[in-house]
């Protein structure tokens, strides 16, 4: 599991903008609502939206679970409690090192 | 590797904390280059003003806007005839600098009324003109002027009139970045939601961080066209003041340069609620993910497929062609800093072109955990790179070619590598998919240059 | 017929001709060798300059900034100049020469570069025993003159600070004034042809730098500290410009009596016969029958088109104080009528410039002298006022005039960054003058061609 968690999380570091956003509780928000549509999409759910932020992380989930389909042949392939397992530490994985172990001293500046 | 000290910093030893080369298995809580730092004195670095960032990158863009500097004349001279960003109003931006002409006795009697007068005359110049920014500068900044002030005296002597203050001297922060901040902040609290736009299409936009270089931004509208979205602000290409103030009725925000401009998407997104969508406007495959992510959003998917399907099938070929010639060619990448994780990946996947070393003038640490995420194994990252670290980094790293500024292109021909115009482009536009090709065609020109083998040569040696 | 000298009517600026006290400053800093300006302010005012530089020449210079953040503009910037010292020092070993240059800022904030200067001194006798790095401070408020002066306070305090009494040398100095590196060469040129030793300040022949086999880099001025420091010894200034170097000649004759022949910029006939004259004059060697025959070939080529193409035309002309006094000395030599010149700063000495005063007493044509000037007077009178020219001359920054109004216009000056090679081509000296006609003849008939003006008149020329 940790490889499949460590070759997604390289792929997404690579290719995805939303976990940079300048301060931690955007990339938090941004890692959680792409990350967690992003699985809904690969189980084939309707990943819920309320707001154009949703919307907007929808999107970007689109594209990525299009993307991990065809880069990472083996994810259609998995039950949905693996994958379930394999974005809960794609997403600890991101979260660390985009927020808790990011070394970027503007992450908690108080305004933009 | 960690951090690096470079021979030539030898007597700067805090500049190893700012230069890093990527080693296997290594992310960026293991190191990050310190940036958005002050320069060492004394180093020839790269680095502009404040100043600059505000006016000479996103002010001075809108082509319909006098752009007062109150100052000496300096200010106003040097951020004149350096930038390429045209306009379809004639390119009135390009072919004027305003100022005060600020004068000994006005650092002594203060200048708000030669500023006064100077905007009044500008205004009675150019009647047609009724937009305006005012920056300050050092001098004015240390004076004391109070240059909102003057404006509102002027707005309601002249009540067609519109100004806007842009209160960032150059010695305010440690480079560009600054002033690209306080603009964008400023002109959220001042200017944002003063004007309603006409909402023309279901589907509306702010196109954010692309300022029209070689006409990037008439490239991109043409995608917006024929997807049927209304771009209701560009920021700032080829954009008039008014429609700048209408930023609030957008639905999404599509961020091309995060560093100058994701401040003002920033804080749309927190008192507008209005998404912020980051994307790569150069390449092949960032472009068109890009576009499908904006068509995801919009639930117009097929319109953007058939977009790019077009795309490709008319461009694809051509940038193939230059891919076969450029593959394995080396590139160096020495611009601002956001210029350096748009393109890393970029020219490799599309153009096999491996990037090798690549130093940033103002980014800051979020524009680094983006470029060694995304950059390879073995590049060396720089932040705010000096003229000898230059030099040490193109012997250890030897380039084909190296994307930069003009005047460092004149630096690297001497060392018979051939320089891109990192900043203005040599042929541009270079976004999209035809401007790609616009920049895989200057890089292989660049490299093939027959020049460059002559260079070499040493005419005295008689065979 | 009359001449009007006026000053600009309004207060603030609309493109400006001229560029601030640092950047001139600058100017002449690079023309030293193992010589790296400090530029004391912001790192705009540095950083612009050096693109600037290289707009024009098409080259890098080295030129560092002491990078003044905000701490340092509210409590005072001298600990960075003096660590941009210890840091240049350090990482440059050839290093000799560091003009300190203030801008506006630290001149508001008050920096006594000076002291820093002193101090920083002691400091690298300590680090560096064996090297001498002189420190010349450089006063160049940006609110204050022009680059024209920024310039001139430069070539002073470096001939202050480095100039030192010895033997005598027997050679002349010549002070260049703000010229391009084809005009140093042009003068170098001449110096040779009468075996005239000298001091060329600066010698910036070299700015102009080849591509090597070795990749080695040779873009900075070739007047070295030697040379500087034995301009105490040289039998005469001569300074050719009065606004560009003029000080630092004056400061030569008061202080080390050595005698000062301040001039006009060497373009045209008149001016390059003065320049020669004043030359055999103050080294006692003759002009030698080649310069004859290379001023009669100027003459003669300008003969070919004066008459027939020239006479009449109105000229529209902008720059440097000497380079623009000097275009309408020239114009007036070539029948071309100066009709307007435009000169950029607030210097009150221009109206009695006696090169004015002359075209004043001699031009048959109406001119106007507009000072503290911009180029928004030239666009104004040909966009608003009716005001008809025949040509423009002046740099690169009045493109859009020429272009708009479709008004042939030829680059001259500092910067001309939209025509290709014009640092490499003299307009000083006889053969400069042969060439400033041809370049302005070729752009009348290119535009003829353009415009359909009676293009046929070249048939047969």
Known sequence: MQEKIDALVGYIQQKCLWQFFSRAWDREENIAGVLDRTRDLLLGATPPVDTDIDRCHLADAKTLSAELRSEFPWVAGMRPDQLGALFQGVKETMMEIAVAKSRNGELYVSYY | MPMVLLECDKDIPEREQHVYIKATGEDTTMFLPASNVPTIPGTLSERGCSFCGAKLVIGGVLKDTIQLIHGPIGCAYDTWHTKRYPSDNDNFQLKYAWSSGMKEQHVIFGGEKQLKKSIQEAFDAMPESKRMFIYTTCATALIGDDPRAVARTVMEERPDVDIFVVECPGFAGVSQSKGHHVLNIAWMNEKVGTKEPEIVSPYTINFIGDYNIQGDTYLLQEYWEKLGIQVISHFTGNATYDELCGMHRAQLNVVNCARSAGYIANELKKRYAIPRLDIDAWGFSYMAAGLRKIGAFFGIEDKVEELIEEEYAKHKPALDWYKERLTGKKMAIWTGGPRLWHWTRAVEEDLGVEVVAMSSKFGHQEDFEKVIARGRVGAVYIDDANEKEFFEVVDMVKPDVIFTGPRVGELVKKLHIPYINGHAYHNGPYMGFAGFVNLARDMYNAVKSPLWGLAGKDVREVA | ?461
């Not at chain 3, 006479?311 to 029948?335: M, R, T, Y």
């Not at chain 3, 060439?435 to 302005?440: A, C, P, T, V």
């Open chain 3, 1 to 461: 017929m009359s001449c009007t000298i006026i000053n600009k009517e309004r207060t603030g600026v609309i493109n400006p001709i001229l560029n601030c006290q640092p950047c001139g400053a600058q100017y002449a800093g690079i023309g030293i060798k193992d010589c790296i300006p400090l530029v004391h302010g912001g790192q705009g005012c540095s950083m612009f300059v050096r693109l600037l530089f290289a707009q024009h020449f098409k080259e890098n210079f080295e030129i560092a900034s002491s990078s003044l953040h905000e701490e340092a503009a509210v409590f005072g910037g001298l600990k960075r100049v003096e660590e941009g010292i210890e840091v240049l020092a350090r990482r440059y070993p050839d290093l000799r020469v560091i003009p300190i240059i203030t801008c506006c800022s630290t001149e508001i904030i008050g920096d006594d570069i000076e002291g820093s200067a002193r101090k920083a001194a002691r400091r690298l006798k300590e680090l560096f025993p064996d090297r001498e790095i002189f420190l010349a401070p450089v006063h160049a408020p940006s609110f204050k003159g022009s680059h024209v002066t920024g310039y001139n306070e430069c070539i002073a305090s470096l001939v202050k600070t480095i100039a030192r009494k010895g033997e005598p040398n027997g050679k002349l100095n010549v002070f260049t004034g703000w010229v391009n590196p084809g005009d140093v060469s042009a003068l170098k040129g001449y110096l040779k042809e009468m075996d005239v030793q000298a001091l060329v300040i600066p010698d910036i022949e070299s700015l102009d730098s080849p591509i090597l086999p070795d990749k080695s880099i040779t873009t900075y001025g070739s007047t070295t500290v030697e040379d500087l420091a034995d301009t105490a010894n040289s039998v005469g200034s001569l300074c050719l410009s009065r606004y560009e170097g003029a000080t630092a000649a004056t400061f030569l004759e008061s202080k080390f009596k050595v005698p000062a022949v301040v001039t006009s910029t060497p373009i045209g006939i008149k001016n390059t016969d003065a320049m020669l004259q004043n030359i055999s004059r103050m080294t006692g060697k003759p002009i030698p029958e080649s310069l004859v025959r290379e001023r009669g070939l100027a003459i003669d080529s300008l003969a070919d088109l004066a008459h027939m193409f020239f006479a009449g035309k109105k000229v529209a002309i902008f720059g440097n104080p000497d380079l623009a006094i000097a275009l309408a000395q020239f114009c007036h030599e070539v029948e071309l009528e100066p009709a307007l010149l435009l000169l950029g700063d607030d210097n009150s000495r221009y109206a009695k410039d006696p090169r004015i005063v002359e075209l004043q007493e001699t031009l048959e044509c109406e001119m106007e002298v507009v000072c503290n000037a911009d180029l928004w007077d030239l666009e104004d009178r040909i966009r608003n006022k009716g005001m008809k020219y025949d040509l423009i001359m002046g740099h690169s920054k009045g493109r859009y005039i020429a272009i708009d109004a479709n008004v042939p216009m030829v680059r001259v000056g500092f910067p001309t960054f939209d025509r290709a090679g014009l640092y490499r081509h003299p307009i000083i000296g006889y053969k400069g003058a042969a060439m400033l006609g041809d370049q302005i003849a070729n752009t009348l008939f290119a535009h003829m061609e353009y415009t359909r003006d009676r293009e046929w008149i070249l048939n047969t020329w």
